[in-house]
């Protein structure tokens, strides 16, 4: 199988693929959806209600896709492998009922590398996943640029190294509190 729209994880409502499979039912887009589920309800409606020819599969096989769709935290797999991906955008009032304030990924870590549709709206979606699939040759150099920017920027060491600046800032402001 090539050139297909993929989604990975956990086949769940928070993952959202019931609405997207309704998003694309008469697109003609040929959709494979990878992951476990631990909501046998909400796996047999994603089934009941996928377009004909839809696939899913228990495990990954996430290089042979064109497109990936992303639920809204997701991993940066997808586009390590080269992989196009849509993903859904977490509303600002969701963060502040966190409490907190975070840049929209748009203007974070994937700058216009990737395309972004609302999680409630099947238009929405539909329109991210097409414009996606369909502008998948012309977007080459952008995946590429995003793919070396992951491996340059986005690393473990990195990571590593920011946890440990995070212990040693905490560590040092609870030392100050205490004096």
Not at 29 to 36: D, E, K, Q, T
Not at 121 to 146: C, M, P, W
Not at 158 to 176: K, M, N, P, Q, V
């Amino acid at each position: 199988m090539k050139d297909f729209v993929l989604s990975v994880g956990l086949v769940e409502p928070r993952k959202n693929q019931l609405m997207l499979l309704h998003a694309l039912r008469d697109s003609g887009l040929p959709i494979v959806i990878i992951g476990r589920h631990n909501d046998r309800r909400y796996y047999q409606l994603c089934r009941r209600f996928a377009p004909k020819g839809t696939v899913f599969i228990d495990h990954t096989a996430a290089r042979a896709a064109r497109l990936r769709v992303q639920g809204r935290e997701g991993s940066c797999a997808a586009e390590l492998d080269g992989v196009r991906v849509v993903r859904q955008r977490r509303g600002r009032l969701e963060w502040l009922r966190a409490g907190r304030q975070r840049p929209h990924l748009r203007e974070g870590i994937f700058g216009d590398n990737a395309y972004f549709c609302d999680p409630a709206s099947v238009t929405s979606i539909r329109e991210a996943v097409l414009g996606a699939f369909q502008n998948h040759s012309a977007d080459a150099s952008k995946r590429a640029r995003l793919q070396e920017r992951f491996r340059n920027e986005f690393t473990w060491e990195r990571a590593a190294a920011a946890t440990l600046a995070g212990y040693h800032a905490a560590i040092a402001a609870r030392l100050r509190a205490a004096a």
